[in-house]
């Protein structure tokens, strides 16, 4: 069970094919009434049945946060992921009933900085959108700067470029276009703060520039949600309820503690809040942390484990829980 | 009941007519579910509670609530800096307005009522009076900040926090009714900064645990928390800044007056997600009980008797009353047969 908030029964009204990867949909409440409010950046977690496995994603709000009659998402497909994902491509259509979060924000906007300067790639643009409809409300100052495959995979371009004309910059990787980040980052006004959401590669490598040119670390954000990746089945001993489960292949340790009717806490099983942090009572084996959450001491020291992304190659993993 | 014969006329300063009525003594918040004292990581959900009770609803109106707003504005005159925002906090401060105001509307419609068309927001507050039609989020239609205008009409101080850098900021409050700390010196300051001078808690890890689990606090799942102190006289405007004006008060408490003078003052403090400004605010609200009102609980005046004569000397000297602690203690005594109490803090019925 998540911390705190009840869940909200949704209703899907809209199911759009954006491009040949990305679909969007749309969410209100089955009773009719508001959605929460919620603040640009912010995620739900969607509930599937997918075939009798529960799987929770997170996906970012993207709709403007001031539009309190529902809430879009944009799903990008992964073929090689667990399901999710192609479950919300094949399964998800107008008038199916589902369980979505309260709305999370583990990647707010910093409401002082002078400019808000924003760096997408594919997918994430997503909490951008919902950011910018608030900060342009807000009549804030910012600027996009949008990197995609190609012009038919950068989802929402034109439609941005029409609505924030040369606020938005885009590029697109198959005409050899890329950000000049270093020349950009060094341009800026002081009191500019500087968001990135996107692939690993391209966060780590903004960050980085960051850092070399003496941005101060407190206005730096970042946001990556991690899939839990698919790996080998292992089993786990939980040491507070007695069992002994099986993880499997295309299941997280999260998962399973839950198919097994074991309540662990979460808010992003995306190994970026820190809620489902588990002691470790005894590791025979090797942890795969792939949290952002636990520091590399931390993680070398096998004592404690991110069940939502983490997994384990061993003989035996005892967990307090 | 007409307005008039529930809310109490009188006052918080000077000649002191507060007084609870037997039901307020009743539904007193009783800070205590045992007979000793420690701090600790004391948070629950703050859902609804029992009927009657200060938990009833999301937030407490009760018989002090115009006298309290009356107070409220007065200590303002004297010194408008006990309400503060910073400039990025005013989105706060209407996420704030909308809580209260639709929380009012919904738990006491007999009092408030709020209507929407669209942004078009029409309130109505009858026990003080007012009746004014605003733009939401557009400040320059109120004659206050979002905060400032809200927290007029609504008991207990209350400080909005931002968030960022996996920490919480003080940036904005409006703070009348509070246990000697000071909105104008803290403001700006991160959780651990703004409670240093709390002993104890931080060897105890309590702040570390305490500030992990706000980061995760989510919209729609509120806490809430007790906190307690000492209070001569029943004086809501116990601030740093007024200090010479009732810090000597301490040293007039005899054993004659002291079951009138010396009043439990408890916080009921909650949490709440903020939806658009992802902050988090924090409402503190104050009931003050005298000695000789408490005592009528028989198992509240056993139990604060031992409370108060166990509690480590650091937390009765940060809490400014070691001094009279030994009058407290003789007092209470003669109502503390010894007898077992029972658990949790709700009076034996
Ligand atoms: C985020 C909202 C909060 C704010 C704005 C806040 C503010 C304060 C302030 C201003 C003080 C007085 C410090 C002084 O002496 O100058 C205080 C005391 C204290 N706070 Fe907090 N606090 C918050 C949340 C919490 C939470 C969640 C805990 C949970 C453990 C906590 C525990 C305490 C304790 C134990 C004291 C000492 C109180 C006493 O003994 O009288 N606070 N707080
Ligand atoms: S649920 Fe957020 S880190 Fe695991």
Not at chain 2, 23 to 32: N, Q, S
Request: glycine residues 8%; negative net charge.
């Amino acid at each position: 069970m998540s911390v705190g908030a009840a869940k909200i029964p949704v209703v899907v009204t809209e199911v759009v094919e954006v491009n040949s990867l990305i679909k969007r949909f749309r969410f209100v409440r089955e009773d009719g009434g508001q959605m929460p409010g919620f603040s640009g950046g912010a995620h739900t977690v969607v509930e599937m049945d997918d075939a009798g496995t529960r799987r929770l994603n997170p996906y970012s709000l993207m709709s403007d946060p001031g539009d309190r009659s529902g809430y879009e998402i944009s799903v990008r497909r992964d073929d090689t992921g667990r399901g999710g994902s192609a479950y919300m491509h094949r399964e998800v259509r107008p008038g199916m009933k589902m369980l979505i979060s309260p709305p999370v924000n583990l990647f707010g906007l910093d409401l002082r900085a002078k400019k808000h300067l924003m760096i997408a790639g594919g997918i994430g643009i997503t909490p951008f959108l919902a950011q910018m409809a608030q900060l342009d409300a807000m009549g804030a100052r910012f600027e996009l700067h949008y990197a995609a495959r190609d012009r038919e995979l950068g989802a929402y371009m034109p439609e941005l470029s029409a609505r924030y004309g040369d606020r938005v910059h885009r590029y697109y990787d198959a005409e050899g276009q890329a950000i000049d980040l270093t020349t950009l980052l060094a341009g800026q006004p002081l009191g500019t703060h500087l968001y990135v959401c996107g692939p690993k590669g391209m966060i780590g490598w903004v960050l980085k520039t960051a850092a070399d040119l003496g941005w101060p670390a407190g206005a730096v954000h970042s946001e990556e949600f991690l899939a839990p990746p698919v790996g080998v089945p292992f089993t786990v001993e939980l040491a507070a309820s007695g069992k002994t489960i099986t993880v499997g292949a295309a299941q997280s340790l999260l998962e399973a503690i839950e198919a097994a009717g074991v309540d662990a806490p979460y808010l992003c099983r995306g190994g970026a809040c820190g809620q489902c942090e588990t002691h470790v009572i005894a590791c025979e084996g090797e942890i795969e942390h792939n949290d952002h959450w636990l520091t590399d001491d931390q993680k070398a020291g096998c004592r404690h484990i991110m069940p939502c992304v983490s997994r384990f190659k061993g003989a035996k993993l005892v967990l307090e829980r | 009941m007409s307005l008039d014969d529930f809310f109490h006329d009188e006052t918080f300063f000077g000649d002191y007519t507060f007084k609870n009525s037997p039901r307020a003594i009743k539904r007193f918040p009783f800070p205590f579910p045992e007979d000793d004292y420690m701090y600790s990581v004391n948070m629950e959900p703050h859902v609804p509670g029992r009927p009657g009770s200060v938990f009833e609803h999301t937030f407490d109106v009760d018989e002090h609530y115009v006298a309290e707003m009356r107070d409220r504005a007065r200590v303002l005159r004297d010194d408008p800096l006990r309400c503060q925002s910073l400039p990025h906090m005013t989105l706060a401060g209407w996420d704030l307005l909308e809580l209260i105001m639709e929380s009012f509307a919904r738990d006491y419609p007999q009092w408030f009522s709020l209507t929407k068309n669209g942004n078009q927001w029409h309130w109505i507050n009858r026990p003080l009076n007012i009746d004014q039609k605003f733009t939401f989020l557009d400040e320059s239609t109120l004659p206050y900040g979002p905060m400032e205008y809200i927290t007029r009409q609504a008991q207990g101080d209350f400080t909005l926090q931002d968030q960022r850098n996996d920490n919480l900021w003080i940036e904005a409050g409006m703070v009348t009714t509070q246990a000697d700390w000071s909105l104008d010196f803290d403001i700006g300051m991160s959780f651990h900064e703004w409670h240093a001078p709390v002993p104890k808690a931080h060897e105890m890890g309590v702040f570390d645990r305490a500030l992990k689990f706000l980061l995760q606090l989510q919209h729609g799942a509120p806490v809430r928390r007790f906190n307690w102190t000492m209070t001569v006289d029943p004086l809501l405007d116990t601030s740093p800044e007024n200090y010479p004006k009732w810090g000597p008060g301490k040293t007039t408490l005899t054993k004659e007056n002291i079951g009138q003078r010396q009043h439990l003052r408890v916080e009921l403090q909650t949490l709440f997600r903020l939806p658009r400004s992802n902050a988090i605010a924090f409402p503190i609200r104050c009931y003050l009980c005298s000695f000789e009102d408490l005592v009528t609980q028989p198992k509240w005046a056993r139990r604060l008797h031992r409370v108060v004569r166990d509690l480590p000397d650091e937390l009765a000297t940060y809490k400014g009353f070691i001094r009279n602690r030994p009058l407290m203690v003789d007092y209470l005594s003669q109502f503390d047969d010894g007898a077992p109490t029972s658990p949790g803090w709700w009076p034996d019925e």
